[in-house]
């Protein structure tokens, strides 16, 4: 494969890049294009997540299973792999699959605060930083979990958004189930799927049974939140009430496909979302062989092609939903990780790209580190 040369590379420099890698076979630290890892050699890493003082990993050890991993000391040592702070409770009758997500609440009231979504399909919270989680039973007794199907990676919780102005609102994204919003802490939760359709179901428009593969929020209002569906590019400007797609797949000012897994939103940029779509569900690689991610800065008006530094030809990439983040501070630096190994970034809001580094297992989640 053939990447921008060194002469022609117009790229800014990733100064002090510092980023969490999590592959099929440990957990990685990149900084400054040196990579230090394996640490947990030989699991699954799923998810990540960084609180003062202390490092969560999701990860799958083929002894024990999936659990969530804690280090007090920046990474360089891990809990002991037997420990089970995530358990379905002996009365639900369920064995833990996977922890498909770790996302820390960032609201003040919260400050300890761990939200896990794991698979099957549910959601456990922690107030302890990680030591102990507790089953979300409103979720997990839902009326409408008999009528959840698993995706082609299983019937997984896999995206958790916490509203910043609204300490009892939780919103999550299931695949297959759709989007479910909580208003009151997680005591009761509602579809809230309406608008997006599903070509892959014989009904064009289900609102239980929808299969969103990732959801961002929006910069300035949080409110609007963005979606990328199997099949489809959504917005929201009413927290999911009504959904509107944006792709505009095949069209001029659009996305050359509106399949693909992540979706991400610049923290500081309102309205401006970034995907990396691939070609089909079928054949899940970049678009006829180049590497492109799409941005739009209107709202999902319209999207245009961020390529320089990335590759342009013989590129059969695949992006998972996690595998594509940016930075909460300056420069807000977007990276994304694929399932061959390589690693992005820009520093400049996708005009341009580095490739940090590649020949890791393949990527299943990227996170950078405060």
Not at 72 to 95: I, S, Y
Not at 166 to 186: H, K, L, M, N
Request: proline share 8%; with cysteine.
């Amino acid at each position: 494969m053939t990447y921008v040369t060194a002469s022609r590379f117009r790229a800014r420099a990733v100064d002090h890049l510092a980023v969490a890698i999590g592959t099929t076979k440990g957990l990685f630290f990149v900084s400054d294009s040196a990579v230090d890892g394996p640490f947990l050699a030989g699991d699954a890493v799923l998810a990540f997540a960084q609180l003062p003082g202390r490092l969560l990993a999701a990860s799958t050890d083929s002894h024990f299973g999936p659990n969530v991993r804690v280090s007090e000391d920046g990474g360089l040592n891990w809990d002991e792999p037997g420990a089970r702070p995530v358990a379905f409770p002996a009365d639900t009758a369920t064995a833990l699959a996977s922890v498909w997500q770790l996302h820390v609440d960032r609201r003040p009231n919260a400050s300890e605060t761990v939200w896990a979504g794991v698979e099957p399909a549910a959601l456990f919270r922690s107030d302890d930083g990680g030591d102990t989680f507790e089953l979300v039973r409103g979720l997990w007794e839902h009326p409408d979990r008999p009528t959840w199907e698993p995706g082609f990676g299983g019937l997984a919780l896999h995206t958790v958004v916490t509203h910043p102005e609204r300490p009892d609102r939780i919103t999550v994204a299931i695949s297959t189930g759709g989007v479910y919003r909580s208003d009151d802490g997680g005591d009761t939760w509602v579809a809230r799927n309406q608008g997006i359709e599903a070509r892959f179901l014989p009904e064009a428009s289900p609102e239980v049974g929808q299969c969103v593969h990732k959801l961002a929020v929006d910069a300035v209002n949080p409110d609007v939140l963005w979606a990328q569906n199997h099949w489809g590019i959504y917005r929201t400007e009413d927290a999911g009430d009504h959904w509107e797609s944006v792709g505009h797949a095949g069209e001029p000012n659009g996305v050359p496909s509106d399949f693909g897994f992540p979706i991400v939103s610049h923290p500081e940029e309102p309205d401006t979302a970034y995907v990396l779509p691939l070609e089909s569900d079928v054949y899940r690689c970049t678009p006829a062989g180049r590497c492109r991610v799409y941005r739009t800065t209107d709202g999902g008006l319209s999207w245009e092609a961020l390529s320089y530094g990335l590759p342009g030809t013989n590129a059969h990439l695949t992006v998972l939903r996690d595998a594509f983040t940016v930075g909460a501070n300056p420069p807000c630096p977007l990276v994304f990780g694929s399932k061959s190994g390589q690693v992005f970034a820009s520093v400049d809001s996708g005009e341009s790209w580095r490739l940090v580094t590649s020949y890791l297992p393949p990527i299943l989640c990227v996170r950078v580190l405060d």
